[in-house]
């Protein structure tokens, strides 16, 4: 390591929601902060991710920060969905109105993080070959933010055009009058084949696992949806908070599946399709608990995609038949289905020709040529740990991360990792994460540290870090919570099935944003109950 030219109190890697909260966080309260992002902008996901159709799937005002009030009444979204050029916008003005960006440094990526026992600190390496002391680490670094390698044979000797969704060119892509292949079909690709086959002259989609889709029924904002949100803002923040999912539309109705009748859970059913979006995931409390409640939900949506897909064949292909809904992360769509309705469009199951090899021409499966102009990768991310595999992290004594989380990540609430003191992890595993609103658990994280180090500082207390007991039972009870639920049936990112060598292990805390905030508040409450404080 180079020797450090530069103390702070705090960096912070990474510079979409997290980081950006995390810096007007802590600089709020009197410390130094050094954020390193390795775009060139602020934003993060909605940095990265500039495909066709890229847009939330949680209604906008929900996904944004609460943290000010002013912030909120002066922004006004345009729709009920912000598109990705929306939300970057955002990310910007919130970066210009408290006026981020002066600590941070674009285009600069963390590559190693030592702890330095003797200082109490973190050495922090970057690729421009500097060299950085901070005491607290902030890993502000996204939980779906290092796309999957395209690691087909014949990836390189393809003579066309190819695109990651998560790394997409700013300038855009003119697919007009091109043959293209998209390959997957998680949202990233119900996203972007609609808007890709209005262009293209001919699209193939390369499906190995159907998803479900669900209706976004996306539209303009109006102006009573968002003064009646402003007039109860405080109510409805509160009441995310203590939600399930961190929004809204999880206010789960009481009666479970078995207690439901017939007519009423067609009702309940219809009603959410038509609403539309992610409301779908909490239509009985227990949709990924009973089998009958999920079965009831499976076969509802599977109606409705052979009521939308003319062609038999093509829908029997769209349906997902070998996981319950909601054990993969659902999607929402704007004519996803409708698409396959095109001449211009032609679904190739994986399942039934497999993928042979990607060749100058296209691609070839093990049933045919399909001679292509470009090739889309809609394949997904290294999820939850990809970011911080990615960074040598070494803590007490030398032990490394990669070794600690060998065999899946292990961690206390999410929060930290035992052995790795003084370094925060934002929606890490082990916390709701990426089953919520992600803005509602940012911003919960952050919070929750910046008391911490606000309780530290009058006590000289300079150190933080779990017990391993500690880790230990948090861990388990991560584990047992899952188990109860049928998650873990599915092949998901969420359980790194994606990733080849991936360590199985079901990464996010199912227990609830309400829950799992309570907790955290149990713990602080506690005296920091489960952790080690220690003085210089
Ligand atoms: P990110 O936004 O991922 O930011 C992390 C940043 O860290 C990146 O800019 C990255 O460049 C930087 N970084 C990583 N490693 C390093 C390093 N070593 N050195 C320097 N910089 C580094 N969530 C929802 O709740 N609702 C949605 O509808 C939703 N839609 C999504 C759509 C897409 C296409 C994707 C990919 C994700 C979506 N998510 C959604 C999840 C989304 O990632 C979060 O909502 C949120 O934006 C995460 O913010 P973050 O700051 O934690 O991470
Ligand atoms: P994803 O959900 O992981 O989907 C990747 C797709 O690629 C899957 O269909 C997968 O098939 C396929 N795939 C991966 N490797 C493949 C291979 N070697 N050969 C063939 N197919 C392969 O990734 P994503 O669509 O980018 O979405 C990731 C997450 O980001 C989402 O789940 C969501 O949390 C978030 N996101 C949200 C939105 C939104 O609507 N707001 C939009 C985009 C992303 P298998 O299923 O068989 O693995």
Known sequence: MAEATN???????????????????????????????????????????????????????????SFSEELEREWTWSERYASQPELLR??????????LRRDIRFETRVTALHWNDREQSWSVSTDDGEAWNARFVFAATGALSVPN?????????????????????????DFTGKRVAVIGTGSSAIQSIPQIAQQAAQVFVFQRTPNYAIPARNGPLDHATREDWLAKREEKRQRQRNSLLGALFA??????????????????????????????????????????????????VAEKIRGIVKDPDIAEKLVPRSYPIGTKRLCVDTGYYETFNRANVRLIDLKATPLDRITPDGIRTNAENFAVDAIVFAIGFDAMTGALSRIDVRGREG???????????????????????????????????????????????VDWIANLLAYMAPFGLKTVEPTLDAQNGWVDHVNEVS????????????????????????????GGVGAYRELCAAVAANGYMGFKLRAA
């Not at 009985?284 to 409640?293: H, S, T």
């Not at 092949?491 to 996010?508: D, E, L, Q, T």
């Open 7 to 65: 103390t702070y109190d705090a960096i912070v890697i990474g510079a979409g929601f997290a980081g950006l909260y995390a810096l007007h966080k802590l600089r709020g309260q009197g410390l130094s902060v050094r954020v390193f992002e390795a775009g060139d902008g602020v934003g993060g996901t909605w940095y990265w991710n500039r495909y066709p159709g890229a847009r939330v799937d949680v209604e906008s005002q929900e996904y944004s920060y």
């Open 90 to 99: 955002y990310l910007n003005h919130v970066a210009d109105r408290f006026d």
């Open 149 to 173: 390698d395209p690691d087909f044979p014949g990836k390189n000797s393809f003579n066309g055009a190819t695109y990651h969704t998560g790394r997409w060119p700013r300038e855009g892509v």
């Open 251 to 300: 206010d789960t109705p009481d009666t479970p599946f078995s207690q439901t009748g017939e007519n009423e859970r067609r009702d309940v059913l219809e009603r959410r399709w038509a609403w539309g979006g992610l409301c779908m995931y909490n239509l009985f409390p227990d949709l990924v608990i009973d089998p009958a409640a999920n079965a009831s939900a499976r076969d509802f």
């Open 399 to 445: 032990q490394t991360l990669k070794n600690a989380w060998d065999a899946g990540p292990r961690t206390y609430l999410g929060l930290m990792v035992a052995g790795f003191p003084n370094l925060f992890t934002i929606t890490g595993p082990g916390s709701p994460s990426v089953l919520s609103n992600m803005v509602v658990s940012i911003e919960q994280h």
């Open 483 to 510: 188990s109860m639920t049928l998650f873990p049936q599915a092949n998901s990112w969420y359980v790194g099935a994606n990733v080849p060598g991936k360590p199985r292990v079901f990464m996010p805390y199912i």
